[in-house]
């Protein structure tokens, strides 16, 4: 069974930043693509941020240029800097490994910002 870990959410004022951290198995986590999404009550999940296995990137609009998605392959970990948060970035935050077979979620970390 694949588990991924998210860790780092939290209460922050906008303005403020946070680090995601998420944790993958080793076996398997330097051969696949890693994304970001998140989540409010009542609504569809989206895509935050995605990193290929070779290190291309990709961002929703609406965080390009506040949010940086990266990858350590060495420790089997991928991160979500988040700078400049606003009251909409508000949502569950997931972490996301896709393999040619499924896709793997993690538990999801809440990220709260004040205004």
């Known amino acids: 069974q694949v588990q991924l870990g998210e860790s780092g959410g939290g209460l922050v004022q906008a303005g403020g930043s946070l680090r995601l951290s998420c944790a993958a198995p080793?076996?398997?986590?330097?051969?696949?693509?890693m994304g970001w999404y998140r989540q409010v009550l009542g609504k569809q999940r989206e895509l935050v941020a995605g990193?290929?296995?070779?290190?291309?990137?990709k961002y929703a609009d609406s965080v390009k240029g506040r949010f940086t998605i990266s990858r350590d392959n060495a420790k089997n970990m991928v991160y979500l800097q988040m700078n400049s948060l606003k009251p909409e970035d508000t949502a569950v935050y997931y972490c996301?490994?896709?393999?040619?077979?499924?896709?793997?979620w993690g538990q999801g970390t809440q990220v709260t910002v004040s205004t």
């Open positions: 996301n490994m896709l393999t040619v077979l499924r896709a793997y």
């Open positions: 080793g076996s398997i986590f330097r051969l696949n693509p």
């Open positions: 990193i290929t296995s070779g290190g291309s990137t």
